[in-house]
């Protein structure tokens, strides 16, 4: 099968929540050719079939190749799903390193990027007006990707979701409510889609985590 094509069958089974076989797809397309798409991918699966610091390393090894592929919105989508992951298991250390490091890598002050950092900016804030100038930054990145008709999805969400209030009051994502809440394959931009980068992960992953470290 292309890589292409498998790409495209590995994104159909992580929104049908077929984990185990969306991991087979990525890990035979990883076989043929190392790519930050293919890294992403097992990532997701690895991650949701409870293998958490697999998926975890996976897709840290997305977030290289992205950023040296100068794909900055998906670098930085990735990079702070990355620092999310040790903020929840009590890693604050770890989250506030991986979120700089995402923010040295995603320098372009146009890259849509920026507003996965702010929102994750928003999440560390420790003072209300903090946590509302870095919300105002990722809906004023948002309203100027949406406004140019951007075909990015990621950008439209960041809007929606930093209006939520942060960080304890994210809802609990089953692998049911994950894949009813995502687009469909036919998008334009299909990484896109997880609702899981942002509302991920569920409590349970995170707990079972937490008890391996």
């Known amino acids: 099968m292309p890589s292409g094509e498998e790409r495209s069958e590995g994104l159909r089974l992580l929104e049908e929540a077929q984990w185990a076989a969306a991991r087979d797809v990525f ?19 690895l991650y949701f079939l409870g293998e958490i610091d697999e998926g975890i390393a996976a897709r840290e090894r997305a977030f290289e190749a992205y950023a040296q592929a100068d794909r900055c919105d998906e670098a930085a989508r990735v990079g702070v799903w990355v620092s999310h992951q040790y903020l929840l298991s ?20 146009d890259c849509e990027g920026q507003g996965w950092i702010a929102i994750e900016r928003a999440r560390h804030a420790e ?11 990722a809906m004023a990145i948002a309203r100027r990707a949406c406004s140019a ?6 950008a439209c969400r960041a809007r929606s979701i ?3 209030p942060w960080p304890s009051h994210f809802a609990p994502v089953t692998a049911r409510s994950a894949r ?11 990484e896109s889609r997880y609702w899981c980068d942002t509302h991920t992960p569920t409590r349970a992953a995170s707990s079972q985590r937490s008890a391996r470290t």
């Open 90 to 109: 009590g890693r604050t250390s770890a989250a506030r390193g991986w979120l700089a490091r995402v923010d040295r890598a995603v320098a372009d002050p």
């Open 180 to 190: 009813a809440s995502q687009p469909r394959a036919a998008d334009a931009r299909p």
């Open 127 to 137: 003072s209300f007006e903090e946590r509302a100038e870095h919300t105002r930054r």
């Open 27 to 45: 890990q035979a397309s990883l076989e043929e050719e190392e790519t930050p798409d293919a890294h992403d991918g097992i990532g997701l699966a």
């Open 162 to 164: 930093a209006t939520q």
């Open 149 to 154: 008709r951007s075909s990015r999805l990621s």
